[in-house]
């Protein structure tokens, strides 16, 4: 006969205030049109289901959901436990694990977030709220603005009434102060000038003099201009140095010569209209993490670990394979005895 379980047999924890948020971007998400929390929620899930869904309902958006960090949380169960109660937790609807690339060019990155809704949903609402523009959005972190410095502002004195004047005392002769020389601020030097001069201070054999950096700037300038860095001007210039070098000079003039590196093309810039990338969102696999298309991971689990799930288990060994393992053991077992 069924039991009806009226309230959760274990209470789950409270959380601590120092229970750890993952990075921008990750960890908690909630999903949207949750009842409003009762005490019969998840009164259906076994016992170590319902003590893990009633922790997780209560952390805020952004905190951390790998197991590892749940486990810390959760004394009564080890990681093992956890991982397996939020398998259960992902077929009964609450919870599903999901990756998306966000950004554009060589900055795009993967970030992972947890959809939870203490609400248990079914295979289709998950497919169309993980579909849905909003669902790819807030996948995406969201990057706080930039406070912006407000200058100090200086507010003029309010004017009173002077009173009236009294008489001025006869001015006293101030001291001659010496006549200050205008100073002028030195020049801005470029970067070619400056990687020049500073390979004297790494290598003394290629110490140049000050004329030797401005004769030599235009041709270290060419080298920027074709897009190279200053690393890599200086790692050219010093490559292969000879033991000693008589005229650091004409050695760099020559080599900033014969070493010019080609011109590259200039790449096409992209059309102001081109649309950006739009990067879809994938379900992760809540056993094994593998990714996958939403429809094609029902309950979020791939079809390894559902088909798993659903025979209550690991699919049972083949007979040949347990026979040719006892072999294996037996053969171990005679090389163990002593002759």
């Given at each position: 006969?069924?039991?009806?379980?009226?309230?959760?047999?274990?209470?789950?924890?409270?959380?601590?205030?120092?229970?750890?948020?993952?990075?921008?971007?990750?960890?908690?998400?909630?999903?949207?049109?949750?009842?409003?929390?009762?005490?019969?929620?998840?009164?259906?899930?076994?016992?170590?289901?319902?003590?893990?869904?009633?922790?997780?309902?209560?952390?805020?958006?952004?905190?951390?959901?790998?197991?590892?960090?749940?486990?810390?949380?959760?004394?009564?169960?080890?990681?093992?436990?956890?991982?397996?109660?939020?398998?259960?937790?992902?077929?009964?609807?609450?919870?599903?694990?999901?990756?998306?690339?966000?950004?554009?060019?060589?900055?795009?990155?993967?970030?992972?977030?947890?959809?939870?809704?203490?609400?248990?949903?079914?295979?289709?609402?998950?497919?169309?709220?993980?579909?849905?523009?909003?669902?790819?959005?807030?996948?995406?972190?969201?990057?706080?603005?930039?406070?912006?410095?407000?200058?100090?502002?200086?507010?003029?004195?309010?004017?009173?009434?002077?009173?009236?004047?009294?008489?001025?005392?006869?001015?006293?002769?101030?001291?001659?102060?010496?006549?200050?020389?205008?100073?002028?601020?030195?020049?801005?030097?470029?970067?070619?000038?400056?990687?020049?001069?500073?390979?004297?201070?790494?290598?003394?054999?290629?110490?140049?003099?000050?004329?030797?950096?401005?004769?030599?700037?235009?041709?270290?300038?060419?080298?920027?201009?074709?897009?190279?860095?200053?690393?890599?001007?200086?790692?050219?210039?010093?490559?292969?140095?000879?033991?000693?070098?008589?005229?650091?000079?004409?050695?760099?003039?020559?080599?900033?010569?014969?070493?010019?590196?080609?011109?590259?093309?200039?790449?096409?810039?992209?059309?102001?209209?081109?649309?950006?990338?739009?990067?879809?969102?994938?379900?992760?696999?809540?056993?094994?993490?593998?990714?996958?298309?939403?429809?094609?991971?029902?309950?979020?689990?791939?079809?390894?670990?559902?088909?798993?799930?659903?025979t209550g288990g690991r699919p049972?060994?083949?007979?040949?394979?347990?026979?040719?393992?006892?072999?294996?053991?037996?053969?171990?077992?005679?090389?163990l005895k002593p002759v």
């Amino acid at each position: 006969m069924a039991t009806q379980h009226l309230s959760s047999a274990l209470p789950a924890p409270a959380v601590s205030a120092a229970y750890p948020m993952a990075k921008p971007g990750y960890g908690k998400r909630s999903a949207p049109g949750e009842q409003a929390r009762t005490r019969d929620d998840f009164a259906l899930l076994p016992t170590r289901e319902r003590y893990v869904a009633g922790f997780v309902d209560h952390l805020p958006d952004g905190a951390a959901m790998s197991v590892k960090q749940l486990a810390k949380q959760l004394p009564l169960y080890g990681q093992q436990a956890i991982s397996t109660a939020l398998k259960a937790l992902s077929v009964a609807g609450h919870l599903r694990r999901v990756r998306c690339a966000v950004g554009a060019g060589d900055e795009t990155r993967w970030v992972f977030r947890t959809f939870w809704s203490r609400t248990a949903r079914d295979n289709e609402w998950w497919n169309t709220y993980l579909a849905t523009e909003n669902a790819s959005r807030t996948t995406a972190p969201v990057k706080p603005p930039a406070p912006t410095a407000v200058p100090q502002q200086r507010t003029a004195p309010e004017a009173t009434p002077d009173p009236a004047p009294a008489p001025a005392p006869a001015p006293a002769t101030p001291p001659t102060a010496p006549p200050t020389v205008p100073t002028t601020p030195p020049a801005a030097f470029s970067p070619a000038y400056l990687a020049l001069a500073q390979l004297g201070r790494n290598d003394h054999r290629l110490g140049l003099s000050a004329d030797d950096c401005t004769t030599l700037e235009p041709l270290a300038a060419q080298w920027l201009d074709r897009g190279v860095t200053t690393d890599y001007l200086t790692n050219t210039l010093t490559a292969g140095l000879p033991a000693q070098i008589d005229s650091p000079a004409g050695l760099l003039r020559r080599r900033l010569i014969d070493k010019l590196p080609p011109q590259l093309p200039a790449t096409p810039s992209t059309p102001a209209n081109t649309p950006a990338p739009t990067h879809r969102l994938l379900v992760e696999c809540t056993d094994c993490g593998r990714p996958g298309p939403p429809e094609a991971l029902p309950d979020g689990l791939c079809r390894p670990c559902h088909t798993a799930h659903s025979t209550g288990g690991r699919p049972s060994p083949d007979p040949t394979q347990i026979a040719a393992v006892k072999a294996h053991m037996a053969n171990l077992r005679d090389l163990l005895k002593p002759v």
